[in-house]
């Protein structure tokens, strides 16, 4: 299913190892707080541009991308860092915003019942 959204100028939030960055077609830049995560991910992702950094602080000038794309990051930020995290997402794209679906188990007290479409 990522593979099939239409290539852009991509930032993929939180992109870890790289496994589903790799999907994404177009002008893909991946940001990761960790290293170790990007070690990995720049062996998988040989024309994407990766960055250590905060989710939280997008070191990227305004509409930089056309879309936002996140897997299993949002739904493990607490209420309180959603809207920080969907305030830096929206003033760095133009267009789109992804992310999956969060699982009960990430703050179950916390979830609230959303869909997020590529629009």
């Known amino acids: 299913m990522i593979g099939s959204l239409p290539p852009s100028r ?19 830049t991946g940001i990761d707080q960790s ?5 990995i991910a720049r062996r998988r992702l040989t024309d994407a541009r990766l960055v250590e950094g905060d989710a939280l602080e997008l070191p990227f000038s305004d509409a930089s ?7 299993h990051f949002y739904g493990h930020l607490r209420a309180s860092g959603r809207a920080g995290f969907l ?3 929206v003033r760095r794209r133009r267009v789109r915003f992804g992310d999956s679906v ?3 188990r990430c703050f179950p007290d916390e979830i609230d019942r959303y869909i997020v479409i590529d629009s």
Do not use: I, N, Q
């Open 10 to 28: 991509v930032l993929d939030v939180a992109c870890g190892t790289g496994f589903l960055t790799s999907h994404l077609r177009g002008e893909v």
């Open 65 to 71: 991308f056309d879309r936002v794309f996140s897997a």
């Open 35 to 39: 290293a170790r995560m990007l070690e």
């Open 102 to 104: 969060p699982e009960a």
């Open 87 to 89: 305030a830096e997402a």
